[in-house]
Nanobody
Framework: VQLVESGEGLVQPGGSLRLSCAAS????????MSWIRQAPGKELEWVSL????????YYSDSVKGRSTISRDNVQNTLYLQMNSLKTEDTGVYYC??????WGQGTQVTVS
């Protein structure tokens, strides 16, 4: 199992960013996938989840209405589109699969 995030960036408040997570080594289309973040000096925070096959999407209150999780089951890629970014969105963003598989993370800085 391999998960590789990309899309890191420095954006101004109010800006947008799209994160990607390239998945390999498992059947991506049937996997429940999540985005999780960690702000500097804070605990891990679950951000969003997409059920297998895209049958359901869920968001934390902190990003609801500003973010969209999506997946491309042909490209085996998970996305997180983030809009109206706030300084409190700064952190390292990880994509994760059930059973404890995580990527290495990608840095988002809103300043």
């Amino acid at each position: 199992v391999q998960l590789v995030e990309s899309g890191e960036g420095l954006v101004q408040p109010g800006g947008s960013l799209r994160l990607s997570c390239a998945a390999s080594g498992f059947t991506f289309s049937t996997a429940v996938m999540s985005w999780i973040r960690q702000a500097p000096g804070k605990e891990l925070e679950w951000v969003s989840l997409m059920a297998r096959g895209g049958t359901g999407t869920y968001y934390s209150d902190s990003v609801k209405g500003r973010s969209t999780i999506s997946r491309d089951n042909v490209q085996n890629t998970l996305y997180l589109q983030m809009n109206s970014l706030k300084t409190e969105d700064t952190g390292v963003y990880y994509c994760a699969r059930t059973q404890g598989y995580w990527g290495q993370g990608t840095q988002v800085t809103v300043s």
